[in-house]
């Protein structure tokens, strides 16, 4: 599967924005989906996961503020980002899995999109 993100972009401090992460091929509907952001000089951390079966996680960074959604009829997901931080700052990457469940090791995600930037400012 080739996923592709976009939706970043420059906002104020507690503004919002929402990510999306388009999937090519026909069975997107089976994957588990994971955002993951990496700052500058930072190891690539986990935001959220969404299961095949719809299940949510967060990470306790963004619980309360973040929303990770799926749309299979549209092969997307989504990350809905409110009272957006400076410390939120980041390239943001969607990832695909099989795993099941939630699961927000990096390193059990398949399949990358390419990121897109995140920057607020204070």
């Known amino acids: 599967v080739q996923l592709q993100a976009c939706g970043g972009g420059l906002v104020q401090a507690g503004g919002s924005l929402r990510l999306s992460c388009a999937a090519s091929?026909?069975?997107?509907?089976?994957?588990?989906m994971g955002w993951f952001r990496q700052a500058p000089g930072k190891e690539r951390e986990y935001v959220a996961a969404i299961t095949s079966g719809g299940s949510t996680d967060y990470a306790d960074s963004v619980k309360g503020r973040f929303t990770i959604s799926r749309d299979n009829a549209k092969n997307t997901v989504y990350l809905r980002m409110n009272s957006l931080k400076p410390e939120d700052t980041a390239v943001y990457y969607c990832a695909a899995g099989t795993a099941g469940y939630i699961d927000r090791s990096k390193d059990n995600y398949a399949y990358w999109g390419q990121g897109t930037q995140v920057t607020v400012s204070s």
């Open positions: 091929g026909r069975t997107f509907s089976v994957y588990d």
